[in-house]
T-cell receptor, first 109, second 111 residues
Framework: AQRVTQPEKLLSVFKGAPVELKCNYS??????LFWYVQYSRQRLQLLLR??SRESIKGFTADLNKGETSFHLKKPFAQEEDSAMYYCALSDTGRRALTFGSGTRLQVQP | DTGVSQDPRHKITKRGQNVTFRCDPI?????LYWYRQTLGQGPEFLTY????????KSRLLSDRFSAERPKGSFSTLEIQRTEQGDSAMYLC?????????FGQGTRLTVV
């Protein structure tokens, strides 16, 4: 069975500090990994996906198949990054998402 | 707003009553998903449609739950004989590829 684990419920950093939100997964095939973000009073939205290998809003995430991880990183946190972040895995068939339990990022001034 | 819309946004119901939620996906998206999210957890998959066909139901979806997507457009999720454990946020998402677009959800409270 596929599973996504986000070990931290809350991560609090100061503005300008580096950020790393951890995500580990278990999946028997070739996974597609995503990070979704939910800002206050907004809907869940895609932040980035591992296939694209892109940087969005300064965030990057690298898929490490050996460690089965997909950690989200940003070198310098901004206050507007404060939000709930969910790591998710998609299977190749039905493409339904399996989510982790989420990490709340608080960036303090 | 041309995104995924859900109605109602909030629903309070008494235990034992039936409730129905509606989801209007992005018009050109052929896949539609329902998820449930409880406090402190990420969304959990319930069921999905490819056009009008319901292709899979999660074991989370008891016999009291039924979903439809007539004509492959909007979808409804009905819960019969609601229980307190049904209290949750019900999310709808639609996709045309790998990116899922979510609605704002319907928050159900069963009292």
């Amino acid at each position: 069975a596929q599973r996504v684990t986000q070990p931290e419920k809350l991560l609090s950093v100061f503005k300008g500090a580096p950020v790393e939100l951890k995500c580990n997964y278990s999946y028997s095939g070739s996974p597609e990994l995503f990070w979704y973000v939910q800002y206050s009073r907004q809907r869940l939205q895609l932040l980035l996906r591992h296939i694209s290998r892109e940087s969005i809003k300064g965030f990057t995430a690298d898929l490490n198949k050996g460690e089965t991880s997909f950690h989200l990183k940003k070198p310098f946190a901004q206050e507007e990054d404060s939000a709930m972040y969910y790591c998710a895995l998609s299977d190749t068939g039905r493409r339904a998402l399996t989510f982790g339990s989420g990490t709340r990022l608080q960036v303090q001034p | 707003d041309t995104g995924v819309s859900q109605d109602p946004r909030h629903k309070i119901t008494k235990r034992g009553q039936n409730v129905t939620f509606r989801c209007d996906p992005i018009s050109e998206h052929n896949r539609l998903y329902w998820y449930r999210q409880t406090l402190g957890q990420g969304p959990e998959f319930l069921t999905y449609f490819q056009n009008e066909a319901q292709l899979e139901k999660s074991r989370l979806l008891s016999d009291r739950f039924s979903a439809e997507r007539p004509k492959g457009s909007f979808s409804t999720l009905e819960i019969q004989r609601t229980e307190q454990g049904d209290s949750a946020m019900y999310l709808c998402a639609s996709t045309a590829g790998t990116e899922a677009f979510f609605g704002q959800g319907t928050r159900l409270t069963v009292v």
